[in-house]
């Protein structure tokens, strides 16, 4: 079997909401919509591999100019000969970033098809440790009012998550005291059995996080995600160490040699790796390995339908990210999901990773 073509389609989705976390600047409240990429790997025998990443034309421009030709008449079997190939091309540019996410949405497809030739899905050739992963509801950004925020959050809860998470950090840290209001209406709000996390999107110093730590001990969050700059790991492993609170991070590392960097010292007790930056599947699988030999759990961030196989099979698995914003657009962008029930998740038993795009989505909201 041979690569025959590579396509990318950039889709508009006008209905995505705008967001805000504590790192980022205020979003224009009358404008709306998100772009994403579909990626689909063409071969000589007829099948295809699909993923999916959230970014806009130019990576679309890295995959058809610097990536696409590396990879056309080459085995798509051969997953770690072909991320080898892409990660030696991007190494005067790309060895962080917008490249890499390129390689990550590559790589995925490359795996789906590998499912998909051998017809299985993806967990079940990596071989499976579970038969259903943990999950929680994941939003609760720093544009929303307290009401909203209160209603998002007790909505996950509804639905039967019994886990959440919500930001803190607002506005770059500078409004500490709205941070604590509202972490305190969400925890009034769903009770002491619903466990809580809480992400500060790189918003505090260090000293700043640890004082905010104390606090947050009071209202039993279970834990503290990117309490600093996620460039910042001496700071990383001050707030760690003077918290009872487990430090979450990983969610802007990349590759197998920054998570090494981040583990030995000492920055992660919770190791976040996103499929869509880190390398795809093939070095998902290898930080998700490290952190293990470090006895540490892996709660990867975001992407949920495209983690969902790898995190099938990882033992040291901790829980899984859906989005709230990513669950809305699930309708648009594909024909159908897997259903989260009590908390608890299983892909479909399809080749590969199991998704299918939304040919409407395609045919009438290509940019």
Not at 51 to 73: F, H, M, P, V, W
Not at 177 to 182: C, V
Not at 262 to 273: E, F, K, Y
Not at 332 to 349: A, N, R, T
Request: glycine content about 8%; hydrophobic content about 40%; overall charge negative.
């Amino acid at each position: 079997m041979k690569i025959t073509d590579i396509k990318t389609h950039l889709i508009f989705n006008p209905s995505s909401k705008p967001f805000q976390d504590a790192t980022m600047f205020p979003p224009d409240p009358n404008k709306t919509g998100r772009h994403c990429v579909f990626i689909e790997i063409e071969t000589d025998k007829g099948l295809k591999g699909f993923s999916y990443i959230n970014a806009g034309r130019a990576l679309t421009n890295i995959i058809q100019d610097d990536l696409k030709e590396l990879l056309l008449d080459e085995d798509p079997i051969k997953t770690e000969k072909l991320w080898d190939k892409m990660f030696w091309a991007v190494r005067g540019y790309g060895r962080k970033g917008l490249a890499f996410q390129a390689i990550s949405a590559i790589d995925i497809a490359l795996w789906d098809l590998k499912g998909k030739a051998f017809g299985v899905p993806l967990y079940k050739i990596f071989g499976a440790y579970q038969d259903s992963v943990p999950c929680y509801g994941s939003g609760g950004w720093t544009n929303f009012s307290i009401e909203e925020l209160v209603e998002e959050q007790v909505s996950y809860v509804e639905q039967g998550f019994p886990r959440i998470k919500m930001k803190v950090g607002k506005d770059f840290g500078a409004s500490e005291e709205e941070d604590l209001k509202r972490l305190e209406a969400v925890r009034n709000a769903v009770g002491k059995n619903t466990t809580i996390f809480v992400d500060a999107n790189n918003g505090y110093y260090a000293k700043q996080a640890i004082k905010m730590s104390k606090f947050f001990e009071k209202y039993d969050v279970s834990w503290f995600e990117e309490p600093v700059l996620a460039d910042d790991i001496e700071g990383l492993k001050e707030v760690s160490k003077a918290t009872i609170i487990p430090v979450a991070t990983g969610e802007h590392e990349y590759t197998k040699y920054g998570f090494k960097d981040l583990i030995t010292r000492g920055g992660a007790d919770i190791v976040q790796p996103d499929i869509g930056r880190v390398g795809g599947v093939t070095e998902w699988m290898k930080v998700a390995h490290i952190a293990h030999s470090f006895n540490l759990p892996v709660a990867p961030h975001a992407y949920s339908l495209l983690h969902l196989h790898c995190c099938m099979a990882t033992p040291n698995l901790k829980v899984v990210e859906i989005l709230g914003a990513e669950m809305d657009s699930w309708p648009f962008l594909f024909k159908d999901v897997p259903e989260v029930i009590k908390g608890q998740w299983k892909p479909f038993d399809k080749p590969g990773i199991g998704l299918e795009p939304n040919p409407d989505a395609i045919k009438n909201h290509s940019a």
